[in-house]
């Protein structure tokens, strides 16, 4: 398989704990919304596996939780020590959004 120039996804950012207390997780399946104890192990798996399957330049877009910006912008710094890196905020001006512009 080739490289991506493009990666958008919306992970499972939600911690373990905080899953049962959603109202939405009545109506969600709990593969969902439960991104692991911290709630950022699926995103950082994936930020590690792209890695080696990103173009350059590409773009890796991640959508977290509010409070995990970051936490997730120093592990994909430290993945992609050569990329910009940028948190954006979602309507409400929540850090919603991880962006890496891989070089």
Known sequence: MGKFDLVCANLPYIP??????LTHSRHEPLIALDGGVN????VYSL???LKDKINSPGVILLEIQND???DVFDYA???FPKAHISILEDYSSQ???VKIVSY
């Open 16 to 21: 373990t704990d905080a899953v049962p207390t």
């Open 39 to 42: 709630g950022k192990e699926i």
């Open 47 to 49: 930020i590690s596996q």
């Open 68 to 70: 995990q910006g970051k």
């Open 77 to 79: 710094s430290l993945q």
């Open 95 to 97: 850090p919603r959004l």
